[in-house]
């Protein structure tokens, strides 16, 4: 007999597995410490007007699967019709078994309207008026909670005004909203649009920006504001990861001067990414590193879309080198904070778990991460991948565990799906004679990395 389709076994083939999701990761709440959700959608608690908008509105993961199966623009992001673009979505979803999608659209069916059917073109309309019918009572704030979200951090550049995050704070909502500092418009010198940002930092750091030192005191006053608003961690998005010591300024200068170099990108591009280290430490802010993409791959589309709409894709390029050069040079001066390794090319899970492991020490466990299976890594593949690599190379119960990383407010799914799979895997472990059956330690290790871990580690404060 096959097994049910998504049941309440989903994904867990052992008696342990089952035990150790039901009885103690799924009743913990979750603290998402990376998601692109706009805070003003929080602010605000919008309301969707149909699934279309709310489904499909910003998840370019969902226009990149319409766009490999021949979808119209229009349908994707477009002006067609909400159910024009539902039902092509759902034509798409039907012809992608074992797609991480498939598994979270129809988890997010399930869990936000109760609907157990699986989705296709013959069902769309049927779906898609009875999820229609449940909207209105399903705005911003109520799927958060009803999600169970403890915390979460949105992503803010220096010169956002937060408005919308006092906003949220002031309105009493239980799940603690922050903003994490995202400077990397103040990094990438040698990309367009880096003056007028220079400028647009200037006004909201009250100095104008005249050379690198300017351009360090305005990112440290952005990072006292933040700061001041309850920021806790920071995050950096670079094409990849360089470590070249040079001079700043020089490189200041020559980029004003419209003739900057690629080793003088790369010196400053280093020294404003161990200055924000720097300031981390002082702060006590975790920070991030995602890196490893190619960004806006395809010109016509991005010209027509702009960025975070699919084009997005992985890069090959090396860059061991470059992460080790940053932890040592950090590390060499006392000044390493935490931070959360992500690459975009999971061939850089064992360079990135063993130069974590370099680093680690008393005060923290886990003080240099692994980060969870980024983006295309967001399979059921490429999460047991990531968690047997750092099974192999560090200290799997010290891991911080899930995130989103998405601009969709149903994607908190994501994190059942993940502690599925790792209650999985770690009860194939058990039934393999692996590890005891010691349910008391392995019951708090999944605890930990559900959502203990990751409070510890960035220091959240929750009830």
Not at 171 to 183: D, H, I, Q, S, Y
Request: hydrophobic content about 40%; glycine content about 10%; proline content about 5%.
């Amino acid at each position: 007999m096959p097994t049910p389709f998504m049941d309440e076994d989903f994904l867990l083939t052992t008696d342990a597995a089952r035990r150790l999701y039901h009885t103690y990761a799924a009743p913990e709440p979750i603290f998402d410490y990376h998601c692109h959700i706009p805070p003003a959608h929080i602010a605000e608690d919008k309301v969707f007007a149909d699934m279309a908008e709310l489904w499909l509105g910003a998840d370019h993961y969902k226009w990149r699967l319409m766009r490999w199966d021949g979808a119209d623009e229009s349908l994707v992001t477009g002006g067609a019709p909400g159910f024009d673009k539902f039902v092509r979505y759902a034509e798409a979803l039907s012809r992608a078994p074992g797609s991480p999608l498939y598994h979270w659209s129809h988890l997010e069916l399930r869990r936000y309207f109760g609907i157990t059917e699986p989705l296709s073109p013959a069902s769309a309309r049927r779906i898609f008026d009875e999820c229609g019918a449940k909207l209105p009572e399903l705005s911003a704030r109520t799927i958060i909670s009803r999600s169970n979200v403890a915390a979460l951090a949105t992503t803010d550049d220096p010169i956002d005004d937060l408005r919308y995050h006092r906003a949220i704070a002031a309105a009493g909502f239980k799940t603690r909203v922050l903003p994490a500092f995202r400077p990397d418009k103040a990094v990438n010198i040698d990309k367009p649009g880096f003056w007028g940002y220079i400028e647009k930092l200037g006004e909201a750091s009250g100095s104008a920006i005249t050379d690198a030192d300017a351009l360090k005191d305005a990112l440290a006053r952005r990072m006292d504001f933040f700061g001041e608003n309850g920021c806790l961690l920071s995050d950096h998005g670079l094409d990849t990861m360089v470590y070249v010591p040079g001079d700043a300024d020089a490189a200041f200068r020559a980029a004003r001067a419209g003739c900057v170099t690629r080793e003088q990108a790369d010196a400053f591009k280093t020294e404003m990414l161990l200055f924000c280290c720097r300031e981390y430490a002082k702060r006590g802010w975790a920070t991030q590193f995602h890196y490893g993409a190619i960004r806006n791959a395809n010109t016509r589309g991005f010209e027509a879309l702009g960025p975070d709409a699919g084009f997005d894709c992985v890069s090959t390029r090396p860059c061991a080198d470059g992460v080790a050069g940053i932890l040592d040079a950090l590390s060499r001066e006392g000044s390493l904070p935490k931070v959360v390794l992500y690459s975009l090319n999971p061939n850089d899970d064992a360079a990135l778990a063993t130069a974590a492991g370099c680093f680690q020490g008393a005060g923290a466990r886990g003080r240099i991460q692994h980060g969870s299976a980024w983006w295309f890594n967001d399979t059921k593949r490429g999460m047991r991948g990531q968690l047997a690599n750092l099974a192999d190379l560090g200290v799997l119960g010290d891991f911080i565990g899930m995130l989103t990383d998405s601009r969709s407010l149903l994607s908190y799914t994501r994190h059942e799906y993940f502690r599925r799979i790792l209650c999985g895997l770690i009860g194939e472990w058990v039934d393999n004679g692996e590890y005891p059956e010691d349910y008391e330690t392995l019951g708090g290790i999944i605890r930990d990395i559900a959502f203990g871990n990751s409070v510890k580690y960035f220091g959240l404060r929750v009830s």
